[in-house]
């Protein structure tokens, strides 16, 4: 299977892209739900979206299984959080398009979405800890949102001219 590239900052015009719903869920999803695992894997990674590949389409991966252990990969189309705990959680994300880049950001502690599976069934799933957390950063690359935005002003434009100055000097 091929790896695909990851777009990664200072690229924000792709990245702030909302992506469109998958009409149906056929081998060219499934395709590419599976390069997507590959990169993400490779990256390494425990979620990516299709946006995130240059795809806009309402696509993501996720495993969080630990090195060692059977890989248990969750195929997401066209995801919808219908319900959202009051309580919060904290969590130090990362992502694969701002590479070695750490943040505390605070989340709903529980969601309950709605997909689509690897077949195009429809399903639903109630999600707590790291999956819910896993799932709402990801939901949000679909919607244009990255994490960085839900931390303060000054540390998302800092980390922004970080990426930009990188590009300049051609490290990116």
Excluded at 133 to 140: G, M, P, Y
Aim: aromatic share 6%.
């Amino acid at each position: 299977m091929p790896q695909i590239p990851i777009i990664t900052l200072p690229d924000e015009k792709t990245l702030r892209e909302v992506s469109r719903p998958v009409a149906q869920v056929d081998a060219g999803v499934r395709r590419l739900w599976d390069d997507m695992l590959e990169t993400m894997y490779r990256a390494p990674g425990i979620g990516l979206a299709a946006i995130q590949v240059g795809v806009p389409q309402r696509l993501l991966v996720i495993d969080l299984s630990k090195d060692g252990e059977e890989k248990k990969p969750l195929f997401v189309a066209n995801p919808e959080i219908v319900w959202s705990s009051p309580a919060q959680s904290d969590y130090e994300e990362g992502c694969l398009s701002i590479p070695e880049y750490y943040e505390m950001v605070t989340r709903p502690s529980e969601i309950r979405i709605r997909y689509r599976d690897r077949q195009g069934e429809p399903m639903e799933l109630h999600a707590t800890g790291l999956m819910s957390t896993c799932l709402q950063h990801e939901i949000d690359h679909l919607n244009g949102v990255l994490f960085i935005d839900h931390i303060s002003r000054l540390k998302r434009e800092r980390v922004l001219k970080k990426f930009q100055k990188a590009q300049k000097l051609g490290k990116l």
